[in-house]
């Protein structure tokens, strides 16, 4: 049983929804990001809000998973300040939706000045709502970048116990476990992270406040990354009670703080919820743990991802 | 009281009955902000307070109150209502000031950054909202959801499309319900409002299954059989030769409800359907699927 905390799955097909839940992944988080290339309306942003709330979590209950999202202004949009300042006011609306872990992906990118303000904004409003944050540390300058997040979240007052740094790598996670952060690993080829150094990172570090996604977007990435990690994982002797956390049990802790994400959402759904938008998995009623067959259901034979 | 607040007093009644003491005071507080309100911002936080303050359990209404809906409204139907889907119509009904288009902006508005549960219940409060005939675009909008429980929303249990629906929207209602695989039968005024352009649509969208080999539902040809031409008689002939039992008491069905003679002819070769049916034994509410 697998949770997938960062995942794009609006840009994803129904293969890849079918494939996770034979794979086990019982549910997904959504942060709200740009597309790939950034939106130029607030309209847009609306209407992309609605989307991960609304169509994409019903889209995900016809596959048997659960799908939550996250919402925020990301710092690569932050840099357009009419747009930046439009989404602000409509942010708040969105933040109590159902099924809103978190304020986030935010936190920098080129690290500009408009980025570090709208960064801060949401860090206030995550704390006057009570809402986990998700950072998205930047991938030029990623050390400092990282560091600087976690100064100003502390300025803000926030407790780190309730925000992710996402996207680590090796040079960034002692400090993040440090200072008393989640830290996040996406398994993505080429850019973030691969699986066997993902592998190496819980071997050293243990499985304390760590986790691994997939972050699968419009991009080449691989929305079976952690099950495949986790496969990957129990192949070179990690111990099953380890896998679970980073792989399930941490970013549900850590998510769960919003109230909006509970394991029985899967285990068993409320009548209410079944009824209008999780119609999916009947081996995963009656609040019994799924029996995932075999483990390896859907993965192929290269569980690699480099 | 005008007809919003006396729908908005019976909603908070059936939901406050059903809370500890601590959620009714915090329901009456919201509402309270929600019509004193000069800016938008307590009725948003409201409706995203409501599932986690007041929980999303069934209402269950019983009997007595089932009928003080009727009473309130003809073809007020909640009876598979949740408590945060009432709570969150009461808070729109709380919301009206006396001015329709104000409130028919505020709606869209509503809509157009609300998440499924919201949507859902937003729909459901149609037959509630004062200025119905400002909400007809809003409504049709929801009847061409691909999402299905939204598309219910506005389809079943609810009088607001048989009300304010031309015959244009209304034969899409019919059409999209089947293609989304949802029921005809909670549809309101299904019978009523049957007419001769959507009997012919209906029959041709049979023709499109047949042709791609994919089942018919038995209930189409409820909205058929009244007005059934040549050529759906014909189609009705064929049901009746090649069609499952199923199909073959429904295709009987709609011929009893066609006052052509040639269907009193063409139902009269089938007594073992014919006798059942002018007994009462083979209903539509049987076709309902689950």
Not at chain 1, 216 to 237: F, H, N, Q, Y
Not at chain 2, 19 to 44: D, G, N
Not at chain 2, 192 to 210: I, K, V
Request: glycine content about 6%; charged content about 25%.
């Amino acid at each position: 049983m697998y949770l997938d905390s960062h995942t794009h799955m609006i840009s994803r097909t129904t293969d890849d929804y079918e494939r996770m839940a034979a794979a086990g992944v019982v549910a997904c988080i959504e942060p709200a990001f740009w597309l790939g290339q950034p939106r130029t309306h607030v309209g847009t942003y609306i209407d992309y809000l609605s989307m991960i709330c609304g169509f994409e979590r019903f889209r995900a209950g016809q596959f048997g998973l659960r799908h939550y999202c996250t919402v925020g202004l990301n710092p690569k949009e932050a840099n357009n300040e009419e747009l930046a300042e439009a989404v602000m006011e409509i942010l708040p609306r969105y933040a109590l939706k159902e099924g809103v872990v978190a304020i986030g992906e935010i936190g920098y990118d080129e690290q500009t000045e408009l980025e570090d303000r709208y960064f801060r904004r949401q860090l206030e409003l995550a704390k006057e709502l009570g809402l986990p944050v998700m950072i998205h540390t930047p991938h030029r300058d990623k050390k400092k970048g990282t560091l600087r997040s976690m100064d100003v979240v502390r300025e803000h007052g926030l407790d780190p116990s309730w925000v992710v740094i996402d996207h680590n790598n090796e040079e960034t996670v002692q400090a993040v476990l440090d200072r008393g952060f989640w830290a996040a690993f996406s398994i993505y080829p080429f850019t973030k992270m691969g699986n066997e150094r993902m592998v190496e990172i819980v071997r050293r570090f243990g499985a304390e406040r760590i986790f691994c996604d997939s972050a699968c977007d419009w991009g080449i990435s691989d929305p079976l990354a952690v099950p495949k990690t986790a496969e990957l994982m129990r192949r070179a002797g990690i111990p099953e009670e380890q896998i679970r956390k980073v792989t399930y049990a941490n970013p549900l802790e850590a998510y769960g703080k919003s109230g909006q994400i509970k394991e029985e959402d899967w285990l068993n759904p409320p009548p209410v919820d079944q009824r209008l938008l999780y119609m999916g998995n009947s081996i995963l009623r009656g609040g019994q743990e799924p029996r995932i067959e075999a483990k390896t259901t859907g993965l192929g034979e290269d569980l690699r991802i480099a | 009281m005008s007809p919003s607040e006396r729908a908005c007093a019976l909603l908070t009644r059936w939901v406050v009955e059903r809370m500890p003491a601590e959620a009714a005071a915090w329901f009456h507080t919201q509402l309270a902000a929600v019509a004193s309100a000069i800016e938008e911002k307590p009725l948003y936080l409201a409706l995203g307070w409501a599932p986690r303050r007041l929980g999303k359990a069934d209402l269950r209404l019983s009997p007595a109150e089932l009928a003080e809906a009727a009473a309130l409204r003809p073809g007020f139907d909640p009876i598979d209502w949740s408590v945060d889907q009432a709570a969150r119509v009461a808070l729109v009904l709380a919301s009206f000031d006396g001015d329709p288009q104000r409130f028919k902006e505020r709606l869209e508005t509503l809509f157009r950054t609300a998440d499924i549960g919201e949507t859902i219940a937003f729909y459901r409060g149609l037959p509630l909202y004062p200025a119905a005939e400002l909400l007809v675009a809003r409504a049709r909008e929801g009847a061409r959801s691909a999402m299905r429980p939204v598309f219910e929303a506005v389809a079943h249990r609810n009088p607001y499309p048989k009300e304010r629906f031309d015959e244009h929207a209304w034969n899409h209602l019919v059409l999209k319900a089947l293609f989304i695989g949802t029921t005809l039968d909670p549809i309101q005024g299904l019978d009523e409002r049957a007419n001769p352009r959507l009997a012919r649509m209906l029959c041709d969208y049979a023709h499109e299954r047949w042709a791609a080999g994919r089942p018919v539902s038995p209930e189409l040809w409820r909205c058929v059989g009244p007005h059934a031409d040549d050529a759906a008689l014909e189609d009705l002939a064929r049901v009746l030769e090649t069609g499952s039992g199923e199909e073959r008491k429904a295709a009987a069905l709609a011929l009893a409800s066609c006052p052509r003679p040639e269907a009193r002819a063409l139902l009269a070769r089938y007594p073992e359907l014919e006798g059942p049916i002018a007994r009462g034994e083979i209903r539509w509410a049987a076709f309902a699927q689950g």
